[in-house]
C-alpha cells in the first residue's frame, strides 16, 4: 500500500512557535500561480503549506527534489525568486507581489525532458566528460554548449537593479556565533564578566534547535526555556544581538566577515565563540533523495516553527534522542507515526514508550521507494526487511558539527571513531568551540560548554577576576568529565552495498557507486576524489555530503576515516551576493579646485590616475596655437607638490636625482630625473630653492604618491638626514601661463616681483602676489615657450584661474588641456615617464644621459647605471617624422625584414606621436637599435596593417635654439 | 566514448587506473620535483620524446595540489614581448591538440579573452601588445566599445562609472580548460610510459658534492641521481635553497573565488588590469574569478575578506547585473613572483640542478610549453632557443624580460 | 584582516599600510660588483619563517620595520627603524 499525497492546504492548526502571523496574508508567485501565505513564512514554508512538494530538479539527472534540510544548508530548495538566482527558499522570507520560479527544468519543473538522463545513467559514470566529446576535435565547440547549458542552475537577471548594498565595521570584546543554548550561555557568561559581546545568529530569532522544539524542559516546552533565555540575553546591556546575520568568514586577527541582508558587516573581535551547532545530514541509501524525505529538524521546523504539515504518515529514522523527541512531537501534530526505526540497539526506553507506534530498533535503511514522491520504505530489522508505507521519512541520525568559521582560522578537526563526528582538535588561539560545534548533543553539556566558552573568551579579552578562573576550572573540569563519557548521537554511514541512486552527494548527483568508481581510476585521496566526482562542490559545500564522503572513501580504501582526512574549509560559510561584498564603490575622485570652471567652459574631461582633468576644451588644435602664438592658461594641480625643509636638503636631492643639485642657489630650479635602484627612470620634474633650507619639488601626476612614499623611505630608513618632507600636492592649486604673451597677462595681476626676463630669467623662481593670492612663480618651459607655473593655497585656485583668464582676455587667451600639452611638448621632444619609458628603461638610452652624473659620490641607483655603462647603449629613444605624412599609432612596432611569421622581425616602436600644427607634419618618438637611430636614417613601421617609412629626426623639432623659452 | 559505452553495458569491467603507486627506487636518471602540470608535463615529454622514462616525479602532497589546482585556467598568448608571445604562443598550440593525445577531454574552451582598457595609456599598451602578437601571427587585435559589447552584452559600457572602458585587447584563441584535468592527463601520460609518480613525498634534502648534484633526500628515503629539475611553485625558493641555488624570487598569495553555478551568459573571458579582476564562465557553470597577488608576501593559504570585497566592488563596476550572484567559495594559492614578471628556466650554477620556477600568476597557461623544452634541454643538455631569454643568468647579466608593464594583472 | 602596529598610531588594519619587502641593507656602491649589486636588488632570502621587513603607514607617513612570520602571518614586533638595527 502506498500513500497518495492528498489536499492542498497542509497548515496545522496552530504553530506552536509563533513564527508567523495568520492574521496577516501574503500573495506571491511560483512558476506563474499564485499561492498565499502568512507573514513570518519562509517561500518554502509557504509553498510546503500548499502541498508543494517538488522544489528543485537536481543538477545532473534533473531528479524531483524537496526539502530536505529547511534551514538554508542543501541545494534542495534552490529557486529564482525576484531579480535573485539560487535562493535558498527555506530560509528567504516570503514578500508580497514576489516573483518565485524554479530553476534548471524545462519545459517546466513538472515535466524536465532533461530527466530523461536517468534512463542513461549508466554511461553517465563521475567524470563522464573526461572520456568523450574529444573527436573529432572540430565538434567539440558543440559538444560544449549542450554540456553549458545542461550545467549552471540560476539564470542572471540582466536587469538586475543594483540594490542598497552598504557595510558596516564592528567591534567586540567576544563575538558569539550561533544563537542557540550554548551560545545564549556563552553570551551571558562573557558578558557578566563585563566583556562587550556581539551575538549573531543567521536565523530571525535566538534559541538555536530549542526554538523549534517541544518536548519538556524542566517543566515548560524546549522554545518556551530558548525564549526565556534568549530574552534574558536581549536584554543584557553589554550584548548586542543581530538575528538574521550570517558570520560567512573568520579572517586573520579575528576579522569577521558577516551578511545581514544587503549589509556586510566587518567585525573585529578579541575573542570568538564558535557555537553555530551542528548541521544534521542525511544518510545514504537508495532513493535517499525523493521529496518527503527529510531531515528530522526539518520536518521538526516545519511543523514548529510555520504550522505545516510535512506528511501524514511518517517513518522517523533515528539514532539518538532528538530523533525520538521528533517522532513523539509529529504524533502530537496529528501525523500518523507508521513506525520508529531505531538505528541503535537499545534506545531510550522512556522515550520509545511515549510513541504510540512500532518501534524497530538495531534497524537499518533499505531503500526508500517512490516515484515522483516518497511511498514507502524498507528498513532491515531483526534480520528480515520490512516495506513500510508512509510520505514522509524523518531522518535523525547524525550530524556535521559546523566548525568552519574555527577551520577557517586555521584550527582543525579529527574524526571521532566512538562518535562519528568531525570534532575539533586543534583550535586556534583566541577561539572557543562550545555546544554541538563541539560535539556535545544533551542540553546540560551544551550550555555547560557554553558557558565555559563564554568565561574563557572574557578572559581571553582580559576581563574577568580570580572568580571568574575559578569557574572556568570548574567548568573545564566538568566538562573534560562529560566529555569521556559521552555516547554517539550520530551513526556511521552504513558500510552497505553500492545500489542505484543511493546520493552521497545532492549538489552533484554523486552516487556510492561514482565514488567507488572514481577511487578505482585512482582518485583516492580524499582531495583528488571531490575534484574528479565534483562531490561536495556544489551549493552545499559539503555541509550535507563530507561526512558521508570521508567514510565511503575510507571504506573503499581500507584506511581509517581519521587517516582519510576532510576537505579543506573554506569561506564563505553560505554564499554571500557580490552585492553585499563590493557594496558602494569607494575609490575616490580627486578634482582639482578650478574642476568646476572646466566643466562649465565644456571641457571634456578624461580620468588620470584618481584625477579627473580636461583633456581640451573643443578645440586642441586651436589650444595649441594659442600657446605658440598667443598665449594659454592649463591646470596643473595635479602636479606633485613635495615641501623639503631642512639644511640636509641638498644632499637629499644629490641623492635622489641623478644631476647635480649641491649648488643650486636661492631662486634657481632645476629639472632633473629619478631612477630607482636597478637605474630605471622613475620619475621626473623640476624642484626650487626657494630660501634657506627650504625647497619646492614637482613630481608627475602619476608618480606624485610613489616620490613622495620613496623619499619618506630613504629619510626614516638609513639616511639619517635633517630634512622634513611635506606631500603637498592638494595643499596647492598649479596652473601653467604660457605663450608670447605670458608676461604681460601675468604682470596685470601680479605684485612685489619684477617679471622682466633680466630680473625673473628662465630656470627661475620667485614669491609673489597674483591676484591677492600668497603665490609661487616657476619659470619653466614644458611646452618650450615662455611660461609661468603658478602655485597658490588651493583655496585661491579658482580666483587666481578667473583673473588670469580675465587679464587674458584682450590677448585672446584660452585655455588648454592634456591633449594640446602632449602636442606642445612632443614639438618639444619632452618625454612622458611611463609613455616613452618602460619599467627598464634606462636614461643612457633614452637621450637623457646629460642629466646623469656617474662621478657624483652616490645616488639611487648609480650602480646599476655605471654597470649599464659599460656596454654599449643598445637601443635609444630619438625624434621622428614621417615623409609621406602618415599618422602612425602609439603602439606601432618598428620592423625589419626578418624570420616572423609575416617575414617580418620587430626591432622597435612608436611611443608618441602627433601632427604638429606647428611644424605642418607628423612628429613623434620611438625607439630604435642605437646603430640606426641617427638623424636622417629611415625605417619602416607598420601602422594599420601596412609599411610605412619613417625618418629619424633631431630632437627638439621646435626651437632648437630656445629663444621662444628664453623671451 | 567507446570506453565509456562499454563500461556503461558492462558495469563490472572497471576503468583502467589513471596511474599507478611504487616503491620509490634508491636511484632515478632524472627526479622531478613537483607533481603539478611544469612537472609531469616535463616527466611525460622526457619519456615521449627522449626516451627517458627512468623518472620520479615527487609530490609533497597530491598531484595538482599547488597552482595547478588552484589557478583560474585562463590560456593565452597575447604577451607584450616578442619571447614571451612565441614562447605562450608554443603553448596554447600544444593545448589545442593535448585532449586527443592524452585521450583525456581537458574541457579547452577557446572562447576568446578580452582585456578592457579604461584610460588612454592602457590603449596605447594593448595596441603595443596587438601590434607585437600580429606580427608573431597570433590573433589578437584592438576593438571599440561596439565590438565590446556584441561580445559581451554584460559589460557596462556606458561613460558612468568611475573606470569607463574605452577599449580592449581581443585574442580569440584565449580560453580556459579544466586545469585538475590537464594533471590528470599529464600524469597518465607519464606513467603509461614509465615514469614514477610518487605522491605525500616531500623533499627533506639535496645532495651536491662539488657544484654536481648526486641525491634527493625525501620523507620515504634517498634517491641518487645526476638530474633534478625544481619544478615547484610558492615553494621554489626553499627547494633551490637546499642545493645552494639562490634565486630572485618572492612568494606572494594569489587568490580567487568562484560563484554559485548559473546558467551560461558569459562566453568570454574579461580581465581589466586597472580594475585588477578578471573572470570567466567555466563549463560547470561557474564564474571563475581572480585578482591580481596578494600585496604581501607570504606562504599563507589563507583567504582574505578584503580580497573578495575588492573583487566584487570592480567586477559589479563591470557588469552591474551581477550584484545577486552569490560567491560561493575561495581559496589562495602561491605565486613566485621574479623581478621582471617572467620565468626561470634552465641550467644553475649547480650541476645537474635545473629550475623550471618563478611562474607568477602565468604558470598553469605554459605548462605543456615548458614541459616539452625543459625535456629537451635535459635530454640534449643545451638551452632550446625559446628557453634562453628566461635564463637565470640574466638577471646577473642586467638582462631583464621586459613583460613587467603587461604582466601586473598578467591573466 | 592582519592587525599591524604603527609605530605612531598603534594598531590598525592591514588595509592602511604598503609592504616594502624584506629589509635588506643597501651596500656602498665602491663595495659592489655586478654580481653582488644584483644580489643586492634581486635575492631575498624569502624565509617560511619570521622575516624582518619594511612597512609604510600610509596616512601618517611612516615608514618602520615589522617581524612577520610569512605563513602564520603573526606579526612579533614592529619599531621605528635605527641605525643598531
Known sequence: MSVKITGNNRRLPTARSQTINRGKSIQFTFNGKTYTAYEGDTIASALAASGVTTFSRSFKYHRRRGLLCAAGNCPNCLVHAGDEPNVRSCVTPVSEGLKVRSQNAWPSLERDVMSLTQLVDRFLPAGFYYKAFMRPRALWPYYEEILRHAAGLGEVVPATKPGEFDKVYKHADVAVVGGGPAGLRAALAAANQGANVMLLDSEPALGGHLRYATHDIGGQPAYQYAAALAAEVAAHPRIDVMTNTTAFGCYKDLWLGAVSGDRLIKLRARALVVAAGAYEIPPVFENNDLPGVMLGSAAQRLVNLWGVRPGTTAVVVSANARGLHLARELEQAGITIAAVAELRDQPEAGLITAINAPALTGAAIVRANGSRHVESIVVRAGGQERKIACDLLALSTGYLPANELMLQAGGKVAWDEALHEFLPSSVPPGIFVAGEAAGAHTLADIEREGELAGIEAALKARYGDADAQARRDTLAAQTADARSRRVAWSAAEADNAAGKRDFACYCEDVTRKDIQQSIDEGYSSIELLKRYSTVSMGPCQGKMCNTALVQLCAAHTGQTVRDTGTTTARPPVRPVTMGALGGRLMEPVRLSPMHEWHVARGAKMMNAGLWKRPEHYGDPVAEVRAVREGVALIDISTLGKIHLHGPDVPVLLERLYTNRWRKLDVGRVRYGIMVNNEGVVMDDGVTAHLSDNFYYMTATSGGAAAVYEWIESWLQTGWLLNVHALDATELRAAMNLTGPFARQVLAKVTDGVDLSNEAFPYMHAREATVAGAPALLLRVGFTGELGYEIHVPAGYGLCVWEALMDAGREFGILPFGVEAQRVLRLEKGHIIVGQDTDGLTNPLEAGLDGLVKLDKDDFIGKTSLVLAGERAVEKRLVGFTMPDGTLPEEGNQIVRPGKGPLGLEIIGRITSTRYSPTLKQVIGLCWLPAALAEPGHDFTVRVRGELKTGRVAALPFYDPDETCLRA | MLQLIRHGLNGKRPFPRMWREHELKDRYEVVIIGGGVHGLAAAYYLARDHGITDVAVLEKNYIGSGGSGRNTTIIRSNYLTPEGVLFYDESVKLYETLALELNFNLLFSQRGHLTLAHNDSSVRTMRWRAEVNQLQGVDSRLIWPDEIARLCPQLDLSDHPRYPILAALYHPPGGVIRHDAVVWGYARGADLRGVHIHQKTEVTGIDVTNSRVTGVRTTRGTIKTGVVLNATAGWATLISDMAGVRLPITTHPLQACVSESLKPFLNVIIVSGSLHVYVSQSDRGELVMGASVDPYTSYSLDSTLGFLEGLSGHLLELMPSLARVKILRQWAGLCDMTPDYSPIMGFTPVEGFLVDVGWGTYGFKAGPVSGKRMAELIATDRTPDLLAPFRLSRFEEGRLVGEKGAASVGH | ?85
Open chain 3, 1 to 85: 584582516m592582519l592587525l599591524l602596529t604603527c609605530p605612531n598610531c598603534g594598531e590598525r588594519n592591514v588595509a592602511e599600510f604598503r609592504f616594502g619587502g624584506e629589509a635588506v641593507k643597501r651596500p656602498a656602491p665602491e663595495d659592489v660588483n655586478r654580481a653582488t649589486w644584483a644580489d643586492y636588488l634581486y635575492l631575498r632570502r624569502n624565509t617560511n619563517g619570521m622575516q624582518r621587513e619594511w612597512w609604510y603607514h600610509t596616512p601618517c607617513g611612516c615608514w618602520f620595520v615589522a617581524e612577520r612570520h610569512t605563513r602564520t602571518q603573526d606579526v612579533s614586533h614592529t619599531a621605528f627603524w635605527s641605525p643598531e638595527g
